[in-house]
């Protein structure tokens, strides 16, 4: 872990993007606080992130862009990691694809008033379920949907394109 300590040395990092970091956590703690008022996107694969790495990325205070994939949360949920979150003023964008997300976290992402683009895994939501709880988001565009039930994701897509919700 010496290796990453040179992100406790950096103050003004603006973007960030670490990758396939396998299941050790605390990369994301070793982050600088003076970084808290600086980094504005954020971009995370492929690691594991405990409760350390989940207090750091909250304190994140203007943050716009934040990509997660293929991560797993330790004795974490994806609700006490948004409840954690101080930028929920700044984010635009959010691109979230991790392992154990509920239909119930959506409801969660009313707390972000700026957001603007949304892209998240599918497979585990009931999309018909979901619609209206994007649709009571401040969100203007889908992005990466991706979902194993194909007839309903269709449906799913055109009732929120017919909502004036753009779907890439």
Same mark, same amino acid.
């Given at each position: 872990?010496?290796?990453?300590?040179?992100?406790?040395?950096? =103050?003004?990092?603006?973007?960030?993007?670490?990758?396939?970091?396998?299941?050790?956590?605390?990369?994301?703690?070793?982050?600088?606080?003076?970084?808290?008022?600086?980094?504005?996107?954020?971009?995370?694969?492929?690691?594991?992130? =405990?409760?350390?790495?989940?207090?750091?990325?909250?304190?994140?205070?203007?943050?716009?862009?934040?990509?997660?994939?293929?991560? +797993?949360?330790? %004795?974490?949920?994806?609700? =006490?990691?948004? %409840?954690?979150?101080?930028?929920? +003023?700044?984010?635009?964008?959010?691109?979230?694809?991790?392992?154990?997300? +509920?239909? =119930?976290?959506?409801?969660?992402? +009313?707390?972000?008033?700026?957001?603007?683009?949304?892209?998240?895994?599918?497979?585990?939501?009931?999309?018909?379920?979901?619609?209206?709880?994007?649709?009571?988001?401040?969100?203007?565009?889908?992005?990466?949907?991706?979902? %194993?039930?194909?007839?309903?994701?269709?449906?799913?897509? @055109?009732?929120? @394109?017919?909502?004036?919700?753009?779907?890439?």
């Amino acid at each position: 872990m010496h290796k990453w300590n040179i992100l406790s040395r950096l =103050d003004s990092l603006e973007y960030l993007s670490i990758s396939s970091c396998n299941s050790r956590t605390g990369y994301l703690s070793k982050l600088n606080s003076k970084c808290s008022l600086s980094l504005k996107r954020l971009s995370y694969r492929y690691g594991t992130i =405990d409760f350390n790495d989940i207090n750091k990325i909250g304190e994140l205070k203007v943050l716009e862009e934040l990509k997660i994939y293929g991560c +797993k949360f330790l %004795n974490y949920t994806f609700k =006490d990691f948004i %409840n954690s979150c101080k930028f929920f +003023k700044s984010l635009k964008n959010l691109k979230f694809w991790v392992l154990d997300m +509920k239909n =119930d976290d959506l409801l969660n992402l +009313k707390r972000f008033r700026k957001l603007k683009k949304l892209s998240f895994r599918f497979t585990e939501f009931e999309l018909l379920n979901i619609k209206n709880c994007l649709l009571s988001l401040s969100i203007s565009q889908l992005q990466n949907l991706a979902s %194993n039930d194909v007839r309903n994701y269709k449906i799913f897509c @055109r009732y929120l @394109r017919e909502s004036n919700l753009e779907v890439k």
